[in-house]
């Protein structure tokens, strides 16, 4: 009677590890199907067997083959749960009937959803980001603003990336000579923009629009005129006073504070693939009006050697008619061009 009793302890024990294995396999690869009939006879067929080793033989057989066919199908189940199976999964492991044990399969459903998310995440990531401001480059350029840097962040993924940036040249010339004054200054380039870049054919090609938010550019000088040579303001002609020599300031502004710019180029800083990319840009800025002012001291005569009473300060309606005619000069330079190459590297 003990060994019928152990005999009858093991084939339960057994049952249940058949039970978890079979239904496990079953509902897991062929959701829906009715195992519970094939369990029962089974089980039953079993439950009869008194003698130990056909027992314990028949069941670990059974088992072992549910398991393996559970692990060797893992690979398909896994592809299958990641695109459409989720619902019909959770559906079966949320039945009592299907399951002897629902832990595992709820588990195995959990671990496959997990797994196909962070699948997702990593092809996402991988591509350089599907949602806006998923990705980051930096880069590095130069050109006729000097030497600067822009980052970009994807709006759409290799359609449409917002880009800004910044240039920075400061430059001293050699003595400048017009109308016979001596211009000695500083020309400096200072912007920051922002832009959006629009890639149609979805490569390296751009299409760019935006706008330069910061614009410091311009010369500051000193202007002078040594003594007994002539001079020419607002179309009149002086010499410069032997007693007080003619002196005086300029200050020349390229436009204002803000302008928009349109530019074409070649190369995205947030590639399909690599990291680094070349980069080319091409295209105009549009700002108002350049502005000059000057300041004069000293004295002017109408002749080299005129009397100390002949001489006095420039009238202010010349040094007006000056500042227009430089003005009118410089006009050109409302479209100021943007020329840039440049290298920049994909962060993430």
Known sequence: MQGIRWNISSVKIY???????????????????????IRGHLTRSYSIA????????????????????LLALAPLALAA????????????????ASFSTSAAPEALVVATTGAATSSTADSSTKSGGSVPFSGLAVGVKFGVAG?????????????????????????????????????????????????????????????SGGMTIYNNTGLTATLSVPTGQSFTVGGVDYYSDPRNPLSGSGVFN???????????????????????????ELGVEFFSQPTVLYHFTGNGCPAANSPESNCAPIPTSNVLNEQNKLQNDLSDLRFFPVLSFGLSYRIH
Do not use: W
Not at 51 to 57: H, I, S, V, Y
Not at 166 to 185: E, V
Not at 271 to 278: D, I, L, N, V
């Open 81 to 96: 749960q990641a695109q459409t199976a989720a619902p019909v999964l959770l559906a079966e492991a949320a039945s009592p």
């Open 50 to 69: 008194f003698r130990r080793r056909t027992t314990e033989r028949l069941l670990m057989n059974h088992c072992a083959f549910s398991t393996f066919a």
């Open 15 to 37: 049952a249940q590890c058949f039970n978890f294995c079979y239904d496990s396999a079953i509902q897991v690869y062929f959701p829906g199907c009715a195992c519970d009939g």
């Open 254 to 280: 390229f436009g204002g504070k803000t302008a928009p710019r349109v530019t074409i180029g070649s190369g995205n800083m947030l590639p399909k693939k690599g990291r680094f990319t070349f980069q080319s």
């Open 147 to 207: 030497i600067g840097f822009d980052v970009a962040t994807p709006l759409i993924r290799q359609s449409l990336n917002l880009r800004g940036g910044a240039s920075f040249l400061s430059y001293t010339p050699s003595t400048i000579t017009t109308d016979n004054l001596n211009i000695n200054g500083n020309i400096k380039f200072q912007n920051s923009a922002i832009m959006v870049d629009y890639f149609p054919f979805h490569g390296r090609f751009r299409i």
